[in-house]
């Protein structure tokens, strides 16, 4: 009789000591890593608080939250980025339109945004007759403050500048694009303006941005091209993860099997010497960190906070004030009114509108169901299954962050109160709903702390043009910051460009030549 089989352990990289770390799932980080690869680095990508690409309830694979990503087109700089991996044509092949583009949802109105401006100007016309007037030349205008920002964006503005000859030379470069600071036109006090600046938190993460580049860039982007990526933006990390192997890069993450979750940064006096992962005793060493994670996240895993005080105090500087809490119901795609768009920004209703602690806009997207493999199929390396007569809607609020705080009970309210204004918007489709889940309450391992897959914040530094918050460097001269909190008033756009600038600071750091350059 043979001994039965052991089970197989990841080997995990064979390397140990790298040019760079990248530390942390979001996306600045993970095309920080790919660039960084691509430019002849050695680069270990240690996803720590990844979620994947949604999460398991019963046979469904289900998104996190509503997720929107624009066209490559409307942000020129992170295209170039994406060029030199080769990666551009993939995702712009991978990206799904909604139709129409954006659906707008009042108690008394029902509009669709096209991203033509001719039909978006026609629907508003037909809807809001002469009173469409102000709200479409706001949308012009954002459009053509998108167009300036473009320019600037490419020349590779330091943003947030560090230090005062960086902020001399960032305003002078401010001065030369004067429709960056040209007041927003957003601001009417009707319905429909007031419906549309809710779809802001969405496409952002500061919480009340002021500065007239956070009030229309994002949002631009988002009625031009509001597309969806499989997986969300779980799925474009994925695809980047999987450049930086291709690359030559070590890579652990969730899907690799190997342990992820990082225990604690190692520090040598004043730099960052390396981490070390949960159930390994191996210390993985870095000339340089790139930290794309939160800062709360981050500073958990300074064991030594008396002798990095200057660190903790840099990521301290800011604070999450909402997060975005979601409730998906799988439901017979026969049964959705037929005028319903794919993605839907909806004023609440009924009691809820009037409620002091009302939830704000809702935005649902909807996704052909995701189906899980069967038992047949167990172990086999099978995509999930798309099936077009079963939608998923997921419809998300923004919520404060203390909400996490008040217990299981307060979030199952939360869930029943979307429920409430699904149920008005889809009547007689809950009875005959497949399932219905909340990430918070049904996802299961990612439970807590770590599940933040949209939060808004708000930081106590400057803001520059607006967008900015945590500078990319910290006071550890070899640890740079590259994820959302570093430009959390372009959204999606700022979380990518933190990524491109800190792979060149590294570079800078290592003061290595970039082979691609001669």
Not at 24 to 36: E, N, P
Not at 127 to 148: I, N, V
Not at 256 to 265: C, D, K, M, N, S
Not at 294 to 312: F, P, T, V
Request: hydrophobic share 40%; with cysteine.
């Amino acid at each position: 009789m043979q001994p039965p089989a052991r089970p197989k352990i990841p080997a995990g990289p064979s390397r140990h000591v790298y040019d760079v770390i990248v530390l942390g799932s979001q996306l600045g980080g993970a095309l920080a890593g790919a660039l960084l690869a691509k430019r002849g680095h050695r680069v270990l990508f240690v996803e720590h608080d990844g979620m994947g690409p949604g999460y398991e309830h019963g046979r469904y694979l289900l998104p996190y939250a509503p997720s929107l990503i624009p066209s490559l087109k409307t942000m020129p700089a992170v295209e170039e980025a994406f060029t030199e991996l080769g990666l551009s044509t993939a995702v712009q092949r991978a990206l799904k339109p909604h139709h129409p583009d954006l659906q707008l949802v009042l108690p008394r109105h029902r509009v669709d945004l096209h991203a033509d401006e001719a039909r978006r100007r026609a629907e508003l016309a037909r809807e809001f007759g002469d009173g469409a007037a102000a709200l479409q030349e706001a949308l012009t205008q954002a459009s053509r403050q998108h167009e300036e920002g473009d320019a600037f964006f490419k020349a590779g503005p330091e943003l947030p500048p560090d230090g005062m000859f960086e902020t001399w030379a960032f305003r002078k470069q401010v001065r030369q694009h004067p429709a960056l600071e040209a007041p927003s036109r957003l601001g009417g006090d009707d319905a429909a303006s007031a419906l549309l600046r809710g779809l802001l938190p969405f496409v952002t993460h500061l919480d009340a941005p002021q500065g007239p580049l956070a009030l229309t860039r994002p949002l631009s982007q988002a009625l031009r091209s509001p597309y969806r990526f499989p997986g969300g933006r779980e799925g474009l990390r994925e695809l980047l993860a999987k450049r930086i192997t291709e690359l030559g890069g070590d890579v652990l993450t969730r899907e690799g099997g190997e342990a992820f979750i990082v225990e604690e940064l190692s520090f040598e006096g004043g730099k960052f010497a390396g981490l070390k992962v949960l159930r390994s005793d191996t210390l993985y060493r870095g000339n340089c960190l790139v930290a794309a994670t939160d800062a709360g996240a981050l500073r958990r895993l300074i064991a030594d906070k008396k002798r990095q005080s200057s660190l903790a105090t840099h990521l301290d500087l800011s604070t999450t004030k909402r997060f975005l809490f979601t409730v998906n119901w799988v439901v017979p795609a026969e049964l959705l009114p037929k005028g319903l768009g794919e993605l839907t920004l909806v004023q609440p209703s009924g009691s809820e509108a009037q409620a002091a602690d009302a939830l704000g806009p809702l935005l649902l997207q909807q996704h052909p169901a995701r189906l899980l493999p069967g038992k047949e199929q167990a172990g086999k390396d099978v995509a999930p299954r798309e099936d077009e007569s079963q939608r998923v809607i997921c419809a998300g609020a923004f919520v404060p962050a203390s909400a996490r705080d008040l217990g299981e009970d307060h979030l199952k309210e939360l869930a029943e109160r979307i429920d409430a204004q699904l149920s008005h918007l889809l009547p007689f489709v809950k009875e005959k709903r497949f399932l219905r889940s909340a990430p918070y309450l049904d996802a299961g391992g990612v439970r807590g702390s770590r599940l933040l897959p949209h939060p808004l914040y708000a930081f106590e530094a400057e803001a520059f043009l607006g967008v900015s918050g945590l500078g990319q460097r910290t006071p550890v001269k070899n640890l740079l910051l590259a994820g959302r909190e570093v430009l959390p008033g372009l959204g999606l756009e700022g979380e990518l460009l933190a990524g491109m600038r800190a792979a060149r600071l590294v570079q800078e750091t290592l003061k290595k030549k970039d082979p691609l350059k001669g």
